[in-house]
């Protein structure tokens, strides 16, 4: 036997097997930003996983795995992805000018916890070269373990500058450079935000050899403006889509679940 059999496998979980996209639903941003809307408390987070079961994958983080394991328990349920690191990147309460990664969880341990596969986070463009360095190790290890377990392996790939440099999220050799460096370490899934434009998200699917899942950032005031977009990167060519907070914060969850399943799987919905 082999552990690419088991990786075939799991990542036949996330993509829709007649239009070869996936739906992803982004679970795990407590994690990272506190209680938000959609995930405030753990009855509210039960519930909405239940509204999300026709999702194709779904991302926890490990610690709360346990709380939400029924989610994933069953036929016709998400594949579970295990969002391995924390990040202090991004947040808005008590910011870092350049954050910094950590694991929260052995590949090891999500397997035996049912995973399907983990997530963590690849920063590039630190002003200490070290930094940088030890960040592309730690992917490469953690890509090697994936291999050997017979794990998907994703990665959300980001400019370590951007808090300060926010326009690196717009310039497609910036983007492009970041999510070629996830694939060649060996990554199965690349996830990206919108890189600016579609011509940008066209760019980064041709020049990235592994499918490329784009995010959805924050919820939109008007759902329309996320659904188009949803729509208008699937057409550019990405793989799917990992949407957080414009499925999980919305009025209707099971109907908005259904109508990104339109969007990315088209008949095969």
Avoid: W
Avoid at 23 to 50: D, F, N
């Amino acid at each position: 036997m082999d552990s690419r059999t088991g990786k075939k496998i799991r990542l036949a979980r996330f993509f829709n097997a007649q239009s070869g996209k996936a739906l992803m639903v982004a679970y795990s941003h407590g994690v990272i930003m506190g209680a938000i809307p959609g995930m405030r408390t753990l009855a509210e987070m039960k519930t909405a996983c239940t509204e999300m079961r026709a999702v194709d994958g779904l991302m926890v983080a490990p610690g709360m795995l346990p709380a939400l394991e029924d989610a994933f328990i069953g036929r016709n349920k998400p594949a579970l992805m295990v969002h391995m690191d924390y990040q202090s990147h991004t947040r808005s309460v008590l910011p870092y000018s350049e954050g910094a990664t950590v694991e929260l969880a052995t590949v090891e341990q999500a397997l035996a916890a049912g995973a399907d596969g983990i997530m963590t986070y690849l920063y590039i463009g630190y002003t200490d070269p070290e930094r940088e360095k030890a960040e592309v190790a730690r992917n490469a290890r953690l890509a090697r373990e994936c291999e050997r377990l017979g794990m998907v392996f994703m990665v959300e790939a980001l400019s370590a500058r951007e808090r300060a440099h926010p326009e690196d999220r717009s310039i497609v050799e910036i983007a492009s450079l970041y999510c070629r460096i996830a694939a060649e370490l060996g990554a199965d899934i690349v996830k990206a935000h919108y890189p600016g434009s579609l011509e940008n998200i066209a760019a980064l699917a041709e020049t990235c050899p592994v499918p490329l899942l784009i995010a959805g950032g924050a919820k939109t005031a008007d759902p329309e403006v996320a659904f188009r977009f949803a729509g208008e990167a699937v057409q550019a060519g990405a793989s799917g889509l990992v949407f957080g907070r414009n499925i999980f914060e919305a009025e209707d969850v099971r109907a908005t679940v259904a109508r990104y399943r339109q969007i990315v799987h088209g008949a095969a919905a």
